[in-house]
């Protein structure tokens, strides 16, 4: 029968060497004479030992092998996707344009802003720098680092403002939830 030390090892060497390690502990503390089996502490040990190398070793090499033989960027980006990505950049940036001319001046600096946006993004899907925007794939990760940073401090005064009682719960989670879907955006818009 095993005793607590035995399904400890079970339990921390994993599935790979149970059965290795359940047939060592399943050896007989004596012989059908009476006489203590030989060696059993010793075949409990090497077979520990075993399981702990093999476990240690494949998850120590495994990685730099998979690196050393070309294998490890064969996911890479999705070329369908960022096709995508840049028509529906391309799209955005035509229709903005287009319609920032037949629009009241006072509107002018939204669509100014939209179009920066969609430069921004045509420019880190192509990973080129803008002569034209100043925008380059450096500048746009900054600035969604930026309104990360920016989402993180206006969910912590919401939470502020809710601890104080100066909102109440469902005013929170509403602002939450706008908080939530700008994240989301920003998350889902990074290429690659």
């Not at 939209?114 to 925008?135: M, Y």
Request: hydrophobic content about 45%; proline content about 5%.
């Amino acid at each position: 029968m095993p005793n607590g030390r035995a399904i400890f090892i079970v339990g921390w060497t994993g599935m790979r060497g149970v059965v290795a390690l359940a047939a060592a502990i399943s050896l007989p503390m004596v012989l059908n004479s009476g006489e203590p089996f030989p060696e059993r502490n010793v075949m409990l040990f090497l077979t520990f030992c075993v399981i702990l190398v093999t476990l240690v070793l494949q998850g120590l090499t495994l990685p730099p092998l998979i690196r050393m033989l070309g294998l490890a960027g064969l996911a890479g980006r999705n070329a369908e996707e960022d096709a995508a990505r840049r028509a529906m950049a391309e799209a955005a940036l035509a229709y903005l344009e287009q319609t920032r001319d037949d629009t009241p001046e006072e509107f002018a600096p939204i669509y100014d802003e939209l179009i920066t946006l969609h430069r921004r993004r045509l420019n880190v899907l192509e990973s080129n720098e803008s002569a034209e925007s100043g925008s380059r794939p450096e500048d746009y990760q900054r600035w969604r680092d930026l309104s990360r940073h920016v989402g993180a401090i206006q969910r912590a005064t919401v939470l502020h403002l809710r601890n104080e009682n100066k909102i109440n719960d469902e005013v929170m989670r509403k602002l939450e939830r706008e908080l939530d879907l700008t994240e989301a955006r920003y998350a889902v818009s990074e290429p690659g």
